[in-house]
């Protein structure tokens, strides 16, 4: 059986007390590899090795850097059919979608982060003929980053990346459940000729791993990506010890759509911005608000899309909807979905397990599921649900739609369909989410800064932003 292993001070290596859990293929329910459960004993050593690591690290110039930053991206975009292989069939996720969306962004965000390095330059201000005050961006020095399991390789990247480029060393936890990727990074790592220390990988679970890195006084900063019940507990054990936290936490994301939008492109982004992925992306709109006049229109277009995605083994190229990522989610969803008919839901579409024949049969696979006739106050509109289910809701004014889609303890993306340019820049304004997308949904420029309100995070990742967090700010002051 597949044996994964860390990755600590450039070595392959397995975890000091020997001990291994079992990662499951969703689609088909079945063990098919073993992953390191590493325990504090496997970060103590990571840290040690990032500490020896930094001084030359951080002081090789930004062009260094990122030359082996981009050499890493060469070399992802060189395995992206081996790696897109590898997460459909840890994640579930059809590997199109890993093939067109994970690989190519895990190498965009090594291309991108290797060369914004050069470009990222500290400020200056001059008090003429008073004084000149500048800012240095030190390194913050050895940083923690954690990420989740729906976007494997693209989340552990998106914040290994910019630590890298910042002139950090890292120590970095991928998510226990889907840990294949970020194994095979390691390999390609050791490719590149990544100094060894500089990167290293500890895998095993949050409480054990996890906790140690957030834990660990030598860890000068916290990048998380996971549940916001997660988020707090890490805030709560960080905050003490004066870490420096970056978190990406959960959503229940609103699609306004407005009776002027056009209608066939709201229905198309909207069916996948509702099920791409499962529905397990945390950007997913899970409550789709439509004005009234077109709700009965919208509602039939939107039920034929749903109708047409049908639900298949994830390796298969024509998949577009593949398994959920584990039993224990599978049946978190489907409680919800028990919950939308005990709130006094009607079912329009789905709602039920799906049964597939031969390899398939024992996997976590669902229908895409719809729901209209829920108030927007109810629990299964309230809380996140991360898969395949969403609601319809119609609503008669803008003001009802701000308030409906503001009312939501999450404040982390939204999108509008309109074609009044005042209308989408008014409401935009007006929308509690640290992201907004106008006639479209998912459209990413890595320079932009991304991250949620409320209880959707702290802080934000992308561009100047996420270097900005992975650097400890120094202003001097020369009288003049
Ligand atoms: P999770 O919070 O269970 O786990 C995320 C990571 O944290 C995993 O690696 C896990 O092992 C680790 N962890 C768990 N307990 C820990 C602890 N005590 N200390 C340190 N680390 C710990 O989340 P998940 O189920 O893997 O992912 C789904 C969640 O992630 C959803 O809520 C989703 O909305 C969110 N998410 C948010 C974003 C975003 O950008 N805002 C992106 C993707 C996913």
């Known amino acids: 059986m597949l044996q994964l292993a860390n990755y600590i001070n450039g070595r392959l290596v397995p975890p000091t007390a020997g001990r291994y859990l079992p990662t499951t293929e969703p689609a088909t329910g079945l063990v098919y590899s073993q992953v390191p459960a590493s325990s504090a004993v496997d970060v103590e050593q990571a840290v040690v090795a990032a500490e020896a690591a930094l001084p030359t690290w951080r002081r090789m110039p930004a062009e260094e850097r990122g030359r082996l930053l981009v050499r890493i991206a060469e070399l992802l975009d060189r395995d992206l059919e081996r790696l897109a292989q590898a997460e459909s069939l ?48 030190h390194p913050l020095g050895v940083v923690g ?6 976007l494997p390789l693209y989340l552990f990247t998106w914040k290994i990346a910019p630590a890298l480029a910042a002139g950090c060393c890292v120590v970095a936890k991928p998510s226990e459940i889907t840990p294949y990727t970020a194994f095979l990074l390691s390999e390609l790592c050791i490719e590149a000729g990544l100094p060894a220390g500089v990167l290293n990988i500890v895998h095993g679970t949050g409480p054990e791993v996890g906790q140690a890195l957030v834990e660990h006084p030598g860890i000068k900063g916290i990048s998380f990506t996971g549940g916001t019940a997660t988020g707090a507990h890490i805030a709560r054990t960080a905050a003490p010890l004066f870490k420096k936290l970056s978190l990406e936490l959960g959503g229940k994301n609103p699609n306004i759509i407005f009776a002027d939008c056009d209608l066939a492109e709201a229905v198309q982004t909207s069916l996948r911005s509702s099920f791409s992925n499962q529905g397990q992306i945390c950007l997913c709109g899970a409550r789709i608000f439509i004005e009234r006049a077109i709700y009965e229109q919208f509602k039939a277009q939107f039920l034929e899309g749903v109708a047409s995605l049908t639900v298949g083994d994830p390796l298969d190229a024509s998949t577009r909807q593949g398994a959920l990522v584990s039993e224990a989610h599978l049946q978190k969803v489907l409680g919800y979905i028990a919950l939308a008919h005990e709130e006094g839901g009607t079912l329009l579409a789905g709602g039920q397990q799906v049964r597939l024949q031969g390899r398939c049969a024992t996997g976590y696979f669902l229908q895409p599921t719809v729901f209209e006739g829920l108030a927007p106050t109810c629990r299964v509109n309230q809380e996140e649900i991360f898969g395949p289910v969403v609601t319809l809701t119609p609503f008669d004014t803008e003001d009802d739609a701000l308030h409906w889609a503001n009312s939501s303890e999450y404040g982390l993306a939204a999108t509008i369909w309109t074609k009044d340019l005042n209308k989408a820049h008014r409401v935009a304004h007006a929308l509690q989410a640290g992201i907004v997308w106008v006639n479209t949904w998912l459209h990413r420029d890595l320079r932009t800064p991304f991250g949620g309100m409320k209880n959707s995070g702290v802080g934000r990742e992308g561009g100047v932003e996420a270097l900005r967090f992975f650097t400890e700010p120094q202003s001097i002051t020369v009288k003049l």
């Open 145 to 150: 980053c954690i990420s989740p399991w729906n």
């Open 90 to 137: 840890d994640n579930g996720k059809p590997v199109s979608l890993a093939r067109s969306v994970d690989i190519p962004r895990a190498a965009s965000n090594f291309a991108f982060f290797g060369t914004a390095a050069q470009h990222f330059a500290s400020e200056t201000h001059f008090q003429e003929g008073v004084a000149l005050n500048y800012t240095v961006r």
